[in-house]
């Protein structure tokens, strides 16, 4: 595993969690950029990243909510997510990029999970 994200846990609903995500590994050059979720059984879902331009992108059901950022000094990203509601319960992973470009190598960290009580 060459991501390790961090930061998971139970919180009630309209609180707040902070998730970060690291490179662990031994491969390097590895950037790490996006959040992405998967509940089970259901197919995994863009949360938020840094596109290649340094902007951020998010989906639809977390904006105004989440903000996703990066430390590019130690190579760390974030996710804080406020205003948690049920429907974030999650497994969250952290996706990085051995690369600059889209069609970089692609690497996933283990997961997080974010439960949500309501």
């Known amino acids: 595993v060459q991501l390790q994200a961090s930061g998971g846990g139970l919180v009630q609903g309209g609180g707040s969690l902070r998730l970060s995500c690291k490179t662990s590994?031994?491969?390097?050059?590895?950037?790490?950029r996006g959040w992405y979720r998967q509940i089970p059984g259901k197919s995994r879902e863009l949360v938020a990243w840094?596109?290649?331009?340094?902007?951020?992108e998010y989906g639809d059901s977390v904006k105004g909510r989440f903000a996703v950022s990066r430390d590019n000094a130690k190579n760390l990203l974030y996710l804080q997510m406020n205003n948690l509601q049920p429907d974030d319960t999650a497994v969250y992973y952290c996706?990085?990029?051995?690369?600059?470009?889209?069609?970089?190598?692609?690497?996933w960290g283990q997961g997080t999970l974010v439960t949500v009580s309501s």
């Open positions: 590994g031994t491969i390097a050059g590895i950037t790490p």
């Open positions: 996706r990085g990029y051995r690369g600059s470009n889209p069609w970089s190598q692609i690497f």
């Open positions: 840094v596109n290649f331009n340094g902007a951020e």
